[in-house]
Nanobody
């Protein structure tokens, strides 16, 4: 099986910075897009930033110029550097791995999408 584990969330004042990390574990052969979503109370989950296996990135409009997503394919990790944080960035942030190809316990290959458990980011005004 595959697991995604996030770290790096916390409480920060407006204007501050945080760096989120997500590591994937399991017998992973490849991963298409890795990225970050967030969900604030009473709102739907939204894509924040994503990076393809080739390094192309995509950002939600409100975070452009403030957030930077990157990945380390060898370490199976994705990162989100968040600068100039605003109170409206407060949410639970989830790591996502799209089209993960992995080897199951009996040697068969599978493809699936995975989510981390989420990490809380709180920005105080």
């Amino acid at each position: 099986q595959v697991q995604l584990v996030e770290s790096g969330g916390g409480l920060v004042q407006a204007g501050g910075s945080l760096r989120l990390s997500c590591v994937a574990s399991g017998r992973i052969l490849s991963t298409n897009t890795m990225g970050w979503y967030r969900q604030a109370p009473g709102k739907e989950r939204e894509m924040v930033a994503a990076v393809t296996s080739g390094g192309s990135t995509n950002y939600e409009d409100s975070v452009k110029g403030r957030f930077a997503v990157s990945r380390d394919n060898a370490k199976k990790m994705v990162f989100l550097q968040m600068n100039s944080l605003k109170p409206e960035d407060t949410a639970v942030y989830y790591c996502n791995a799209d089209r993960v190809q992995f080897v199951g316990p009996l040697g068969a290959r599978y493809t699936a999408d995975y989510w981390g458990q989420g990490t809380q980011v709180t920005v105080s005004s």
